[in-house]
């Protein structure tokens, strides 16, 4: 039985305006309209608006004036529930969504047995959208040995969000491959493509700050509703 189970919404605004911001729809230094003309464009609480600027401004990317506005900083790295998530509606940014397909613990196939200590994992299969529109479709595996079950009511629609509030498990980095592959044949028939149909490729490996891998997953798709993105700031 798939299941979506939103973040909170203040937590949704912050990131829709922090991907604005890093796909150059709000330009440095531009004014945000009054909060509650936004509030009312967005269908929120003002309360709810100024708790997801607080966020926004708690990493960086708003100054917020007293009797003046709230202004955009633009900043090259943020810390925030996507930061690792690379994909982008072709005209830029959007916010992620995800359907979640079935969530069970197996045996590791061979290929990912060597990543984590444990011979089981945690596999999640999930559909992705920006803005609503389908683009992806995933497969990811948890190590078993970050936690005994994983059920479909504990999941977000960021699963970062999930392993650090929930596991206390921080990813502290990836290392993606990029290329194009055939989907696979348990594509699900929710998705818009099907089995066989070349796609868009990520293969991710995921590590904790102690450089212990934790997860890997695949992804397939969709090159005519989104591109991957990397963004990288001065070293």
């Known amino acids: 039985m798939a299941q979506s189970t939103a973040l909170p919404k203040f937590i949704q605004l912050s990131e829709m305006l922090i991907r604005e911001i890093a796909a150059g729809h709000l330009a440095d230094g531009s004014r945000l309209p009054p909060e ?7 269908d929120v609480a003002v309360g709810t608006l100024r708790k997801a600027l607080a966020d926004v401004e708690a990493k960086g990317l708003l100054e917020r004036v007293q009797g003046s506005g709230n202004y955009v900083r633009h900043r090259p790295v943020v ?3 996507y ?21 069970a613990r197996l045996p ?55 392993y650090r509030h929930k596991l206390f498990l921080i990813i502290a980095a990836v290392e993606d491959r990029i290329g194009v592959a055939p989907l696979p044949d348990w594509t699900p028939p929710a998705y818009h493509q099907a089995a066989g149909d070349v796609a868009g490729y990520i293969e991710r490996v995921s590590w904790t700050a102690a450089r212990e891998p934790a997860e890997f997953s695949r992804t397939w798709y969709d090159a005519s509703r989104a591109n991957y993105i990397s963004r990288m700031g001065k070293g």
């Open 108 to 162: 590791k196939p061979d290929a990912y047995r060597k990543l984590g200590g444990d011979p089981e994992g945690h596999r999640i299969v999930r559909l992705r959208a920006l803005d609503g529109v389908q683009i992806a479709l995933e497969e990811i595996w948890l190590d078993g040995g970050q936690c005994e079950e994983v059920a479909l009511s504990d999941l977000s629609d960021s699963l970062y969000h999930f």
């Open 36 to 42: 509650r003309e936004m509030a009312a464009e967005m």
């Open 79 to 81: 810390d925030s529930v």
């Open 83 to 103: 930061a690792f998530f690379r994909l982008e509606l072709l005209k830029g940014g959007g916010l992620p969504t995800a359907e979640v397909l079935s969530v």
